[in-house]
């Protein structure tokens, strides 16, 4: 993407700017200002795309450990090297999760938040002209789909399930807007930070270009994507089927699935046609070698079905993920077509267009079938609803999403689900609604912040 030697330069004002106030906790963090060198909208935008470094790591990795597609045997949990990884895992309580270690998800966050809030106000004081507009807007656009990324991961974590009706009296995030640590943040309500969210969003919307020139930037088709994601979770059916279609009509791609190799499936994921932006996420907790993909979840791929050759198989123990469709070890967290479809999907079945819908979801299941494909059909609302959401499941599988559909989908007794994990014996749950669908703020960031810790 661009030379090394202005990567590695690039990366040095990086460090220089997150490890100043070491000690602090991420939402006190300040760069010391002397020390902010960039002053270009090139040097901006190299600062946005250190990718593999900072921004391109958004996913909810620790949501997804916690969401039950999976398990592990006792012995490889003792293992594991991270305590967040092990709690994540037994949805472990408050006073037991961190056990006075730093989280890693909540303090990685925060410092990309912190990284987007240096550019945009960095970026106010970069003059620009008639010939480098549209580069100035791109550099401000990215850090508000970043910002909006990251915060919108967050609330999936570390906040209730969005409900219109307590939304205003609901705890949401620390919403840090700059980088001053002189201004304090207590947290938000929980409208307030979808409404930052939606705002930074369609705000970007207004200055990115339709298509990135590379998959690891954010673009308006990125952004109309994340808003179908976000208004999903919302359950604001309208606007999400309305995001994903903006998407799909500048971007509809799907992978024939036959057409893969099943050892190699995918290309590295910003060359992959469907993908829209390019993001991932990991955890030890997700080696092939150790995780253990659930019986009933590997049963539902037909014999016919791609996917099932494709994503999965054997370890010691049984069947394995290995079908990362961001082409290497980690996993993909980021937008793609695929996922678009399911969202409109989804949309159209519950607002009672059950012809398009299942138009959209036999045309992705029809990409990853081999030999003669024989088509979905219902009349009926709830069965249409049935077939959409299982595919969901199987199409989206270790994609970082499973954990915010089961706490939304779990607000309907149709579709709640209990998950239950065994470690040496003895039996973990997580109920439908549970409190510990949101994760504990570490003790560190509760004490130096003060920041209220959630009830659960």
Known sequence: MMKKESLNYIFSILVVLLFQSCGKTWLEAKPDKSLVVPN??????????????????????????????????????????????????????????YKGVESAEWGSAYQRVLNANVILEGIEKVKSSVNDQQDWNNVKGGALFFRAFDFFNLAQEYCVVYNSSTANADLGLPLRLEYDVNIKVKRSSLQQTYDRI??????????????????????????????????????????????ADLALQIQSDLMDYTTLNSAVPFPIARFNPEVIFHSTFTYGIFSASRLTVVPELYNEYAVADCRRSIFFTTNANGMTFKGSYN????????????????????????????????EDLNDLRRARWKGIYLDLISTNPNTVLNYILTERRKELVFRGIRWSDLRRLNR???????????LNGISYSLLPNDKKYVFPIDDEEIKLSGVQQNER
């Open 412 to 422: 309907d007794p149709r579709f709640a689900v209990t998950l239950t994990r065994v």
């Open 40 to 97: 270009s909208i090139k040097d901006y935008q190299a600062l946005l795309d250190n990718s593999y470094q900072i921004f391109n790591k958004q996913a909810s990795g620790l949501g997804e450990i916690g969401s039950g597609d999976f398990y592990i045997t006792n012995s490889a949990w003792k293992d594991l090297f991270s305590m967040e990884e092990k709690s994540g895992y037994i949805w472990a309580p408050t006073e037991e999760f």
């Open 198 to 243: 939606i705002a930074d969003l369609k705000e970007a919307a207004n200055l990115l270009g339709v298509k990135p020139q590379y998959k690891t930037r954010p673009s308006k088709e990125a952004v109309y994507a994340l808003l179908a994601r976000i208004y999903l979770a919302m359950e604001n059916y309208e606007q999400a089927g309305v995001y």
């Open 327 to 358: 082409g290497d070890k980690s996993l993909f967290g980021g937008l793609a077509t695929d996922e678009m479809y399911l969202i409109r999907s989804e949309c159209y079945a519950r607002n009672g267009k059950i012809s398009l819908a299942l």
